[in-house]
């Protein structure tokens, strides 16, 4: 029998360590550039971020103040026990569901799939229409829904035209009418996510589902709306989150009444702060609120994350 040569590694006494490796000044020089922006970024961005939460836990007030105190968590305490805040929430709520979740992301998804099968003069037409709402100045857009929904308004010269009883609806129904409002602004974006999202969809598929006999509901509930839930589930959280920031649009078609029957968070937070000079208070609503879109934002990502 012929003895084995044993392995060179075997039997040796494990050597020193390896010395660290000592990083150069290469990687000091490929950061350095941002450094720039990573300063601009904590000076704009995150020291405003941390004074607001410092403003929301005190009695800060514009005038009749000399220096603010600490208050803890009374701005809080005072929010869920103001009726009129706990009517902004419910009027926040009602305006995302409203105009977003259901108007937006409905015609929005409705208005793609039309367009997908509409001549290209039609197609033309129809997205210049509905992306000059969108790229409107929100004050603008604002001036143009009020004079539509007024008492001498265009929708109620329609209504009287068609023998139909009209109102005041900026009176009558002021949260639906900012809605109604935000939905024609806003559904451009929509329009734009989901044509992009239809145009990825392979035609083979739609095209076998259609010999098989499936018919155009079918074919949009079992085989559209699944390959698209991804651009579904983003679109739905962009727009929930550009919604609960609306202040423009309702502040100049109702200025949040009459009787805060369209005030929402934005509105009361800023009459609160800057009407009633109430500054400490008034930040700390917009916290909550900015914690209201964190809830949404998570909400989205964790069904996202879930997606097969």
Sequence with gaps: MTATAPHPGIGKAPGPPAPPRRRGPGVLIRTLPLAPSVVLLLLFLAGPIVYCVWIAFTDLQLTGQAQETFVGFDNFTRAFGDEAFLNAVWLTVVFTVVSSLIGQNTLGLALAALMRRASKPVRTLTGGIVVTAWVLPEVVAGFLLYAFFRREGTLNAILDWLHLPSQNWLFTLPILAVSFANVWRGTAFSMLVYS???????????????????????????????????SIGTNLMLNTLQTLSVFGLIWVMTRGGPGGRSQTLPLFMYEQAFQNSLIGYGTAVALLLLLVGSLFSLVYLRLLRTEV
């Design 196 to 230: 992009a999202a239809l145009n990825e969809i392979p035609k083979e598929i739609t095209e076998a589902a259609e010999v098989d006999g499936a018919g155009g509901w079918r074919r949009m509930w079992h085989i559209t709306l699944p390959m698209i839930r991804r």
